[in-house]
């Protein structure tokens, strides 16, 4: 069974740094493409980041130069570190394995940048 695991969301003021974690289990967890994804109330979900297997990260524009995603093979977990974060950040953020037709999500984990 296939279980992504996200935590570290939460309350930050704007300029704020905040980190995420996914934990994975139930898959071979280096050969996944990792990804996070957030949605906004009222939006679709979109891509954040996603982290290859090689290691190739790719960003949204809107957090280019702002967040950074990595993996921790060795601990089945990809990480979101979010710094300078601004009130339209406001999202749940979603952790994401990919690989062929196996493609599995986490439950979420809220992020609220407010002052």
């Known amino acids: 069974q296939v279980q992504l695991v996200e935590s570290g969301g939460g309350l930050v003021q704007p300029g704020g740094s905040l980190g995420l974690s996914c934990a994975a289990s139930?898959?071979?967890?280096?050969?996944?493409?990792m990804g996070w994804y957030r949605q906004a109330p009222g939006k679709q979900r979109e891509l954040v980041a996603v982290?290859?297997?090689?290691?190739?990260?790719n960003y949204a524009d809107s957090v280019k130069g702002r967040f950074t995603i990595s993996r921790d093979n060795a601990k089945n977990t990809v990480y979101l570190q979010m710094n300078s974060l601004k009130p339209e950040d406001t999202a749940v953020y979603y952790c994401?394995?990919?690989?062929?037709?196996?493609?599995?999500w986490g439950q979420g984990t809220q992020v609220t940048v407010s002052s």
């Open positions: 139930g898959i071979i967890f280096s050969i996944y493409a």
């Open positions: 994401n394995a990919h690989r062929g037709r196996g493609d599995y």
């Open positions: 982290i290859t297997s090689s290691s190739i990260t």
